[in-house]
C-alpha cells in the first residue's frame, strides 16, 4: 500500500492545537535543541534512538517522520520493524546500538523512577563521555517532541523526509 493509499483510506483524527504557530518559541528552541543534541552522534543511531522512543511514547507522528527519515538515510526496514522487539532480536544490533536503545528505554519510561546503573555503564563503555551526553540529549529531545505530538494529537502520514531541516 503506498503513502497516498494509506492517505486516503485512514480515518484521520484533528490536531488539538498547532503549537508552532501557538507558541513558536517554544518550537524554536525544542527545534534548536534538537539540532544541538545530536551533533557528533550517528545519524543512523539517532533515528533508531528516536524511533524507539517514540514507539514507546505511543506517538504515531514521530513514528511515521523519523521511520521515514531512517529509510531515506539507508537504514533496512528490517531494523526499523524489529526495534519493537529489540530485546528478542538482539543478533540485528550493534553492542553501541542495543546499549542506545537501553538506555533509550531505561530514560523513556523510568520504571523504577530511575535509569538504573548497569543500563548507564553499559552505555559509557560504548560512548565516549561526550557523545554520551549528547545521546542522553537526544533521547530527553525526541520525549519532549513525544509529549508534543501526542497532546496535541499531531496527525501522521504526511511527512516528506527532508521536509523539516534540522
Not at 503513502?3 to 483510506?9: L, S, W
Not at 528478542?88 to 538504573?116: C, Q
Request: glycine letters at 4%.
Amino acid at each position: 500500500m503506498t503513502n497516498a493509499q494509506n492517505a486516503q483510506n485512514a480515518p484521520e483524527h484533528t490536531p488539538r492545537m498547532h503549537m508552532a504557530k501557538l507558541a513558536p518559541e517554544v518550537y524554536k528552541a525544542v527545534l534548536g535543541l534538537e539540532i544541538v543534541s545530536k551533533k557528533g552522534l550517528d545519524p543512523a543511531l539517532v533515528e533508531l534512538v528516536k524511533i524507539r522512543a517514540s514507539q514507546l511514547n505511543h506517538c504515531a507522528f514521530c513514528l511515521d517522520m523519523h521511520t521515514k527519515d531512517a529509510v531515506a538515510a539507508g537504514e533496512s526496514v528490517e531494523r526499523i520493524v524489529q526495534l519493537g522487539a529489540w530485546e528478542e532480536s538482539r543478533h540485528f544490533y550493534t553492542e553501541k546500538e542495543l546499549a542506545a536503545i537501553e538506555l533509550t528505554e531505561a530514560v523513556t519510561v523510568l520504571t523504577e523512577g530511575f535509569v538504573p546503573d548497569e543500563v548507564y555503564e553499559k552505555a559509557a563503555k560504548h560512548f565516549e563521555e561526550r557523545e554520551l551526553a549528547q545521546l542522553i540529549a537526544v533521547i530527553a529531545t525526541i520525549n519532549v517532541w513525544n509529549r508534543i505530538g501526542v497532546t496535541t494529537r499531531m496527525v501522521p502520514g504526511h511527512y516528506t523526509p527532508g521536509m523539516y531541516k534540522s
